[in-house]
């Protein structure tokens, strides 16, 4: 009654607004949703309920339920709780079902990760003074529409690389970070806590690698933040980065570098001493007894291999061996997986580190370079987590607007190019399910601050979210962009900074479906095509082929083209600036009205569907004078494309 009451007093449009999924909200979208009438409205007096396994969850659940509202929600038993949270073993590990109805919250997962998961739809259900500590003075209410609910994720890695060597972060700012990272179900934080500018956790065995004075986290810090995690359904993947990347190690302790002929200390570890790997032994140990996680990164990217080519202990390894340096970082690689595999982990590396069939099994793989060196990876047998600099390296600039922050590289990571991402390209076959996900990188040697840290992640976390749980036939960019609308009004009550220029957010001019030969493909040219510089972008939205896109023009009303660039881009497997974006430079005279788009691309037997994109052109004043499609930075970038 009182619902339809509200409804004769509210605008048309919000008494639809719950009509439809799409108008829940609710980020990443779920599996299947489906809508009844009324609600379920928490108080004061509703009780919390959990089976075995649940009680930190509930713990957690009812401070953050307190921390809105003020309220103190009493515990129950299962059967009678009003909010009943329990797990079903046979259910996904990270599946879960939501029943509401009007007296009761049934919450079913295939573990209590699942539960915490499960909560995060609920808080996304309700008023989004849920994320904030005012519900008092706003007057809101926490009510949760009738529904049944499942969902379960595509990929199992959904992740966030944050740099804390570079920049430091605080604890606070960490356990910021996996909050953000709960609401839209990230669940993997590769925290990269070493490099050449700092190391960060406290290693008893070896105090010199945190000295007084330099920001870093005591061993009961970490400990706190692995259990902040967990409970958020969050797993913590150290990476201790060696053997390059470890000027931090060599300065604490120079005996592990590589000395050089002419007496130097190179800032790589010496793979070739024992001492390197006793000392990553204990370290590794240490670490084991804080972090959890069944995966361990130990880095590999980057080796300057040069060091090892004048230092007396690697030149007779490799002569002995008949060596070259590569192999030399192999042998390495080899001996930490070993060490790891003592102390129950497997190794992750970046890709770098695969050589082949001289990888030992079970490495697993985080692919930078692009998705290509990933993808070999996974035809050999390897999992991989798909992280192209390209496309997801979230310390670049979110569009190519002079307003961005300072970023580290001139290339832009945009928004569409997260919701698109798909880490197992079509052309993996039977090899795409060693493909176990995807992440954002934030690298730190730019990001001065933790907001600025959020901002970088914010929203491109919950696009990459959504690539990563719904299934692909669920993507729709519109929508999704529609659905941003609520989730940046929760960002700021949860006070989350986040990047949000409508002018530089990419436009779905259409959605087409391929065919199988050479082909041409002509669209209206929407409105937004304008005199000056326009871009197309061109991305794989679902089905078992893929397509090579081979030029975009602009045609005006007669039909003429007035500008054109040709040049091949694969989807899927190439996410490179340069090969993703068709510049198009219309003439002054030029009118949308009546103009046409006409695409030709080389379709495979097998179709799937694409999604063409447009980013609107910026007034020329407000491009970055770095990055602007016409800079001098952006030209160059399009030649080298991944740095
Ligand atoms: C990397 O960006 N060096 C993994």
């Known amino acids: 009654g009182l619902t339809v009451l509200a ?46 396994g649940t009680d930190a969850l509930l713990n957690w659940i009812a401070s953050d339920i307190n921390k809105a ?67 008092g003075s706003r007057k809101a209410s926490f009510e949760f529409p009738c529904l049944t609910l499942q969902d379960r994720p595509r990929f199992a890695w959904r992740g966030i690389l944050v740099d804390v060597s570079r920049h430091f972060q605080t604890k606070e700012e960490m356990l910021r970070v996996l909050d953000s990272m709960a609401m839209v179900k990230l669940n993997r934080l590769h925290w990269h806590l070493t490099d050449d500018q700092g190391w960060r956790p406290e290693i008893k065995a070896y105090p010199k690698l945190t000295p007084k004075g330099k920001p870093h986290y005591t061993q009961e810090d970490l400990k706190e933040i692995v259990a902040y995690a967990a409970v958020r359904g969050i797993t913590i993947v150290p990476e201790l980065d060696t053997p390059g990347h470890s000027a931090a190690i060599v300065r604490a302790y120079p005996e592990l570098g590589t000395k050089q002929a002419d007496g130097k200390i190179g800032r790589v570890l010496n793979p070739a001493k024992e001492e390197t790997y006793e000392f990553l032994e204990t370290v590794y140990r240490e670490m084991a007894a804080i972090f959890p996680s069944e995966r361990f990164h130990i880095g590999a990217d980057e080796v300057g291999m040069g060091a090892w080519k004048k230092n007396k202990e690697c030149q007779a390894l490799m002569k002995k061996n008949q060596w070259k ?8 690689v080899g001996r930490c997986q070993k060490i790891l595999a003592k102390q129950g982990k497997k190794t992750m590396a970046w890709d770098e580190a695969f050589s082949g069939e001289k990888t030992a099994e079970g490495l697993v793989i985080s692919s930078w370079r692009g998705v290509e060196p990933g993808m070999e990876a996974a035809k050999a047998g390897h999992q991989v987590v798909m992280c192209p600099v390209s496309a997801l390296y979230y310390d670049r600039a979110n569009s190519r607007s002079k307003a961005n922050p300072a ?57 990459l979210a959504e690539a990563l749980w719904s299934d692909r036939s669920q993507l729709d960019w519109n929508d999704f962009v529609a659905r941003l609308a609520t989730h940046r009004a929760r960002l700021d009550v949860a006070t989350y900074p986040y990047w949000w220029e409508e002018t530089t957010v990419a436009k779905q001019v259409a959605v087409v479906e391929t065919k199988n030969g050479k082909q041409q493909l002509e669209l209206p040219a929407t409105s937004d095509f304008a005199p000056g510089l326009n871009e197309v972008t061109l991305h794989y939205l679902k089905g078992p082929g893929v ?77 970055s004078p770095r990055s602007g499609p016409d800079s001098a930075g952006n030209r160059a970038a399009q030649k080298q494309p991944d740095e």
């Open 547 to 623: 397509v090579t896109v081979l030029k975009v023009e602009l045609l005006d009303q007669q039909g003429k083209v007035v500008a054109e660039d040709a040049h091949p881009y694969q989807l899927t497997v190439d996410p490179r600036r340069s090969a993703q974006f068709y510049l198009l430079k219309a003439p002054d005279n030029f009118s949308a009205k009546n103009s046409k788009l006409r695409i030709s691309y080389q379709g495979g037997e097998q179709s799937c569907s694409m999604a063409i994109l447009q980013l609107p052109p910026l007034p020329l004043d407000d491009y």
């Open 69 to 135: 509202s003020g309220w103190k929600l009493q515990r129950a038993e299962l059967a009678g709780a009003d909010l009943a949270f329990s797990v079903n073993p046979e259910l996904e590990e990270e599946a879960y079902s939501l029943e509401i109805t009007s007296n009761k919250v049934q919450v079913i997962g295939g573990s209590s990760k699942a539960l915490s998961l499960a909560y995060q739809t609920l808080r996304q259900l309700t008023s989004l003074y849920i994320y904030g500590k005012e519900m």
């Open 7 to 52: 409804c004769l007093l509210l605008p048309l449009t919000m008494c639809l607004s719950l009509a439809t999924a799409a108008d829940l909200a609710i980020i990443p979208a779920p599996s299947k949703v489906k809508q009844a009438k009324g609600t379920f409205k928490l108080s004061s007096k509703s009780t919390l309920g959990g089976g075995e």
């Open 325 to 332: 340096p590569h192999d030399l970082q192999t042998y390495f």
């Open 407 to 463: 970023a580290y590289s001139v290339n832009t990571v945009n928004l569409h190019l997260s919701y698109f991402f798909e880490p197992a390209s079509p052309l993996l076959g039977d090899a795409a399910s060693n493909v176990i996900g995807a992440q954002g990188c934030v690298w730190g040697e730019k990001i001065r601050s933790g907001d600025h840290l959020h901002r970088q992640i914010m929203l491109r976390g919950a696009a």
